[in-house]
């Protein structure tokens, strides 16, 4: 491996930790955070840990006009043990490189961010929460600071480690969720910037889920941008169905996020020797699927809520229940091993988790 | 008028100013800028003028994650006899609410934003260059600041007006450009966030004018993103043909942005009795012109642009030559009016200027 000099600069007045019994998510911050910063003809330099501190920045600065950002998320875990455990982290820098190249970012090196991000764990690691279905998210993400006002590919960039104690994405915890069916918005199309995790794609959904949690629905259920009837994802998550026992998860066409969670189901359901198909489903199937009794399960995934059971969808004037808006037999399976993995309480015969 | 009380710190030491025979775009700026900041349940407040200085944020703040963001863009003109001109400002205020509510941000008091930019316009009138060809260029944009890492629209917000004295915007000056018509790439779909001037729109244009410049085009031609054959935009502006004497743009349909520059023209066209069509228009249509000889001309319009004549589209192997490359004598004519109207040279008969 290459050196990677980082330079780190402790915080001198530690911040007090939150309850972990009492943990929302993504609201407090630990003491240091990770900064490297980009500039046309350098390249990558000024790696560096430092205190947890704002970011100030010429307010011309390309990321507040032209939304040139990337971003991803993870979680790191404490064993019974006492050991860090990380999952997958090398997919996620593969990733944010996949999302620089469609956003006209510079790619990083995915194994000097890992070796920042380990450091950073480590240096931090008496924030990683140990309460059940607590950890630490990690939130990596790059922004154009070049201050310009022409509409361009930035020439300075910054990439930011910060990370944050949290508890369930959701308030309420692992319970079926109502989803609106969207036909009005639309998330991301063929040609767009859909598969990349950036911040324009997130914005745009704000509208749609406004609407829809007035109508009382947590998320909203995507459909495709041309036919308008081709299930793409659900909120931020990717979505999965059972229907006649074959676990059927729309297939990647450049304008679905292809989760790191999503792949890991994937894989757990082959070798579970579950029926799985990747292919186009389009929402008149899911609702003849519930109409002839064959829908069983339905659920979200993602890193931030894991896995999110589906209890119900609204399609226009069609209700749509489904196991009897409880949480399906597969989808808690899924949950419990896909969390237990993470957390270390169950064997990774997956290869998947990283030891710090 | 309601009272709109604006603090004003003035800075202690002026900035120098740029030669304005040089003058780039976009990364110069004058010597204040204005302020105002949105809290959840308070609405807009602490309205302030205020040295040019940098913006503070936690690195958790949401822009720099999900790209919850709108900006406007303007200009400043200062007449033969000292009058400061601006052009129709309160078109841009108009469109940056309806940006907002596009983007779930809160509206702002469309009066009371007018009023800040005279206050600021003047403070720096002395920055408004006065070359030929050169403005005062002014960008209102509001940003998400709210610290946390939920998909979720914020609950903060800062409104920002910066101002840059500014040349062409391209360096060669009023000159055809070339054109690659864009058949991978799509800017905006139909329920996305087209009409919207939000950053994700400019982010997602980036790959396929990198693209596009390394071939030798200066601009990309947007087509639809469901049938991939219909006009949408060029690069960040609106596009407008004259075939067989006739002048068409394409009509507003939620994914293309409804710019100011391109009703001016349309008002423009009308008055002239020039016969005028905003519709559909497909590659098609541009193609089979140019075959039979009727392409007259085509041009792009835009506040920073203003008029760009177009000199030649590449739509796959087709290559399509507007006018022998040559700038048309109605673009021409168009471009001479505008600015005209725009800097006081020429009588303002649609009552379009406002005087500071």
């Known amino acids: 491996m290459t050196a990677f000099p980082i330079q780190v600069e402790r915080t001198r007045t530690l911040k007090d930790k939150p309850d972990?019994?009492?943990?929302?998510?993504?609201?407090?911050?630990?003491?240091?955070?990770?900064?490297?910063?980009?500039?046309?003809?350098?390249?990558?330099?000024?790696?560096?840990?430092?205190?947890?501190?704002?970011?100030?920045?010429?307010?011309?600065?390309?990321?507040?006009?032209?939304?040139?950002?990337?971003?991803?998320?993870?979680?790191?875990?404490?064993?019974?043990t006492n050991e860090v455990l990380l999952f997958r982290p090398e997919r996620n820098f593969q990733r944010l490189n996949h999302s620089n190249d469609r956003m006209c970012i510079p790619t990083i090196n995915e194994a000097h961010a890992l070796v920042a991000l380990k450091e950073l764990v480590q240096l931090d690691r008496e924030w990683i929460p140990t309460a059940p279905g607590t950890s630490l998210y990690i939130r990596p993400f790059i922004i154009a600071t070049e201050p310009y006002l022409?509409?361009?590919?930035?020439?300075?960039?910054?990439?930011?480690?910060?990370?944050?104690?949290?508890?369930?994405?959701?308030?309420e915890g692992l319970n079926p969720v109502k989803i609106l069916v969207e036909k009005q918005y639309v998330r991301a199309a063929k040609g767009g910037t859909g598969e990349a995790k950036t911040g324009g794609n997130y914005a745009s959904s704000l509208k749609a889920a406004e609407l829809a949690s007035k109508e009382g629905y947590a998320q909203t259920l995507w459909l495709d941008s041309i036919e308008n009837k081709y299930i793409e994802e659900v909120g931020s998550m990717n979505i999965f169905f059972k229907i006649n026992g074959t676990v059927i998860t729309p297939a990647l066409n450049g304008s679905i996020l292809p989760g790191i969670t999503r792949d890991s189901i994937l894989h757990m359901l082959h070798s579970q020797n579950i029926p799985v198909e990747e292919?186009?489903?389009?929402?008149?199937?899911?609702?003849?699927?519930?109409?002839?009794?064959?829908?069983?399960?339905?659920?979200?995934?993602?890193?931030?809520?894991?896995?999110?059971?589906?209890?119900?969808?609204?399609?226009?004037?069609?209700?749509?229940?489904?196991?009897?808006?409880?949480?399906?037999?597969?989808?808690?399976?899924?949950?419990?091993?896909?969390?237990?993995?993470?957390?270390?309480?169950i064997e990774d015969t997956f290869d998947w988790t990283v030891i710090i």
């Not at 409880?326 to 989808?331: A, K, N, Q, S």
């Open 279 to 345: 292919r186009r489903i389009s929402v008149d199937e899911v609702v003849e699927a519930y109409e002839n009794g064959t829908l069983e399960e339905a659920f979200g995934t993602g890193t931030a809520a894991v896995i999110s059971p589906i209890g119900e969808f609204k399609y226009g004037e069609q209700q749509i229940l489904v196991n009897n808006n409880e949480i399906g037999l597969l989808t808690q399976s899924l949950y419990d091993k896909l969390t237990g993995i993470q957390n270390g309480t």
């Open 20 to 80: 972990i019994h009492t943990l929302g998510f993504g609201q407090v911050f630990t003491d240091h955070m990770f900064v490297m910063d980009y500039t046309e003809g350098e390249g990558w330099h000024s790696a560096r840990i430092m205190p947890y501190q704002p970011i100030t920045l010429d307010p011309s600065a390309m990321v507040f006009h032209y939304g040139q950002t990337v971003f991803e998320g993870m979680k790191a875990y404490v064993t019974a």
């Open 150 to 171: 022409g509409v361009a590919a930035s020439k300075n960039y910054q990439f930011i480690i910060i990370m944050s104690p949290v508890g369930s994405y959701y308030k």
